[in-house]
């Protein structure tokens, strides 16, 4: 069956612009999770939804990063006047409920010029 | 310091040898641990999860010492194509928020 889906795969912008990266879940996976990945490290948590509501949002770095999943399904990361430093990985992963093992996308690569 | 820590390497493993790596965990009231693996600009798989009696799975046996707080990753017999960056994950008891080690790469040459 299809896996987890992000678009774009890539986006490039100018610091100071709005991004949004998209998530598409496995079917049928209630729980979803974003990370961060910069290059030469692991995985840093950001957010997770449990259906539509964010159930742990403890590691979004500061408020010009917030994420939504309106009906349960897919979800969106949007990011606010985009630094250079926001730039890397954005990975994201679902599973069938929480505590159920984690299946990750392929990433969307942000580049913050 | 971070909450868990693994040494980046690279190991550079002979093909058929065994190579063994730690990481360490810095939070007690961890629950669950993983190890992952990620290919090169792909998205992390889960390789294994660790249980407190260690556990085997083909060539890769996994250990954990709570007492120590470190989990271990034994690979037998390397291939090929068990090069990757091998991360060390844990989970605390409370959510499902998994939190990565910095990865420990691996590179098996014929």
């Known amino acids: 069956g299809a896996g987890v889906s992000q678009t774009p795969s890539n986006k490039v912008t100018e610091k100071g612009k709005y991004v949004e990266l998209r998530c598409d879940p496995i079917s049928g996976h209630t729980a979803l999770y974003w990370y961060r990945q910069s290059l030469g490290q692991g995985p840093e948590f950001l957010i997770y939804?449990?259906?539509?509501?964010?159930?742990?949002d403890s590691g979004l770095p500061n408020d010009r990063f917030f994420a939504v999943r309106p009906e349960g399904s897919v979800s969106t990361l949007k990011i606010q006047r985009t630094e250079r430093g926001d730039s890397a990985v954005y990975l994201c992963a679902s599973s069938l409920r929480e505590y159920n093992e984690q299946f990750f996308g392929p990433g969307t690569r942000l580049t913050v010029l | 310091r971070k909450e868990v820590e693994q040494d980046p390497g690279p190991f550079n493993v002979p093909e058929g040898a065994t190579v063994a790596f730690n990481c360490t965990y810095s939070?007690?009231?961890?629950?669950?641990f993983f190890w992952y693996r990620q290919d090169c600009r792909k998205e992390p798989k889960l390789l294994m999860s660790?249980?407190?009696s260690g556990n085997e799975d083909g060539r890769f046996t996994a250990q954990l010492n709570r007492a120590s707080q470190y989990i271990s990753l034994l690979i037998r017999d390397s291939k090929l194509s068990d090069s990757a960056t091998y991360l060390c994950v844990v989970n605390k008891a409370a959510g499902n928020k998994l939190t990565f080690g910095g990865g420990t790469r691996v590179l098996v040459k014929p």
């Open positions: 660790v249980y407190s």
């Open positions: 939804f449990q259906g539509t509501g964010a159930a742990d």
């Open positions: 939070n007690s009231a961890s629950q669950s």
